[in-house]
């Protein structure tokens, strides 16, 4: 809620420019929701086009803008204002706008900011003179207008604390639109006071909030697969010894993936920060997401041609290894993209889901790792390297092993003591290859 400065408007104060005139000449809008509120003045025989305007916003916001031109955000000329570094100034960000993306600074309008502007006493403010503000690419503002389009947003609670014009921004939370009667905003110049209510000629005409879903079930979807489901499948196939679930739940993660990049693709779209495309999140998520293909198409033709040849095949190495690679590249990507997003601060909560998947899962990889060095023969190669422990090498005890799992209805009855063929320590006979 802006919390009107009830102050400086009852006194009547405005603050003047070397043309001052004591009486003031404005069109105001005040949101019906109290989120933001405007107030404009177009000096009369101006060869310089300024526009003079104020506008306030309740302090926890993170951006507020008044858009002018139209009543949807195509060709609109928008008045953008955030925090500055110091988190006392504001910085003011003339942006075009040609669609229902992040709208882009533009340097062909020029704006000074003037006193009383600033963040103070719960409240964004500015206080400023537009220059070259009367029109651009797509639009204009006409003094002669009773019913001129607006419109106005602010954004989700934050502060961006930037001096750039250009500072990236998230979604708003809150945009609607508004008329105003031009002809009454004509007069000397000067700096309108805070509007505390709609002056006459001007009409609100909508009001809506909103939230940006696709960038958080982009992360939920892309957390739950490579945090969560993917490192339980390497479980699933190394503890419960089960290639089929193991499949199933890689392809489970495999699917939720994709669809994850496609909302990170959809979201990419809308914002400065990647829309080419060339942030290292999204070429780097790119790699992963294309390997990870490559990984499911690798384990499921492992499977098939298992299923023929009974026998392990030269895919497993390629498969086991590009698994182990992808797994925490997707994690580490998801440390760039909580930046990306403008939410560093999420990182911690990532970093701490992994650490809690390492907790996890960590103890139960080596309890099971001890459990077949210790059952395996002396001198067999591959006890050294326990996550690469095979079932038919794991002592008798370990006959509970699924190999009929992959499953008993597939294949017969396998010897569970012998490798296969073309395994790397050599006795000829038949045997799954977990991989
Ligand atoms: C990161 C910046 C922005 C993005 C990504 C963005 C994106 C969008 C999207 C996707 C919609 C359609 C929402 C829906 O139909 O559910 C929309 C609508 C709208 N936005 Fe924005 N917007 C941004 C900044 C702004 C700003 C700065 C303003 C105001 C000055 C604004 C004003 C509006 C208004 C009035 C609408 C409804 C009318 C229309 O459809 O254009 N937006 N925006
Ligand atoms: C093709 C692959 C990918 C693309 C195109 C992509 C795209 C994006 C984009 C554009 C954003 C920023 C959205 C914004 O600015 O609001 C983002 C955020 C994010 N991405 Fe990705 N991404 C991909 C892969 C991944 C992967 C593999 C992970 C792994 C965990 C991941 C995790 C995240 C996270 C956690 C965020 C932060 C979302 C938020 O804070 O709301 N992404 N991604």
Redesign the pocket.
């Known amino acids: 809620m802006v919390r009107i400065n009830a102050a400086l408007a009852t006194a009547g104060l405005f603050l003047t420019t070397t043309t001052a005139v004591s009486t003031q000449v404005a069109s105001g809008f005040a949101a019906s929701d109290g989120s933001i509120s405007f107030a404009l003045n177009i000096p009369q025989n101006d060869s310089n086009n300024d526009l003079y305007f104020s506008m306030q916003a309740d302090a926890s916001v993170s951006w507020m803008a008044i858009g002018m031109g139209n009543n949807k955000m195509d060709d609109t000329l928008m008045l953008m204002v955030y925090a500055d570094s110091t988190g006392k100034n504001v910085t003011v960000s003339p942006r075009l706008s040609y669609g229902h993306t992040e709208p882009s600074y533009t340097k062909n309008v020029t704006i000074a900011v003037q006193p009383g502007s600033g963040i103070s006493n719960g409240n964004m403010t500015v206080n400023a003179i537009c220059s070259n503000c009367r029109s651009w690419k797509g639009g204009s503002i006409d003094p002669t207008n009773p019913t001129a389009k607006f419109i106005f947003a602010i954004g989700p609670d934050g502060s961006i604390n930037s001096n750039s014009e250009s500072a990236n921004i998230k979604r708003h939370s809150t945009y609607g639109a508004f008329t105003m009667d031009l002809t009454k905003a004509v007069g000397a110049a000067q700096i309108p006071i805070i509007a505390t209510s709609d002056s006459s000629g001007t009409i609100q005409t909508q009001d809506q909030t909103d939230h940006d879903f696709s ?2 079930l ?2 939920c979807a ?2 739950l697969a ?1 945090v969560g489901l993917m490192p339980a499948g390497v479980l699933i196939l190394r503890v419960m010894k089960s290639p089929k679930w193991h499949g199933y739940n890689q392809a489970l993660s495999a699917v939720l ?1 994709v669809l ?2 496609l909302l ?2 959809y ?2 779209t809308m ?1 400065n ?2 829309r080419n495309w060339n942030s290292a ?2 070429i780097f ?2 790699f ?2 294309v390997a990870l293909i490559g990984q499911f198409v690798l384990g499921f033709m492992h499977h098939r041609i298992y299923k023929q040849t009974q026998a392990s095949t030269k895919l497993a190495p390629y498969h086991v290894w590009l698994g182990r690679v992808i797994i925490p590249a ?2 580490i ?2 440390f760039l ?2 930046p ?4 560093p601060k ?1 990182n911690w909560a ?1 970093l701490a889901l992994t650490l809690l998947m390492v907790v996890v899962f960590g103890p139960i990889m080596f309890w099971r790792w001890k459990r077949n060095a210790n059952q395996s023969p002396p001198g067999n190669p591959s006890d050294s390297d326990g996550y690469q422990n095979q079932p038919w090498n794991a002592g008798p005890s370990s006959s509970n092993i699924d190999l009929g799992g992959y499953g008993q209805r597939d294949h017969p009855p396998q010897p569970i003591n012998d490798p296969p063929p073309n395994y790397n320590y050599q006795i000829p006979t038949q045997g799954r290859d977990f991989v």
């Open positions: 960038p958080p982009h992360a892309m957390v490579f993936a994850g990049a990170g693709i979201a990419g914002y920060r990647s999140h999204q998520g790119t992963i997401i997707g994690i990507n998801g993209g909580f990306l997003a403008l939410n999420y990532l």
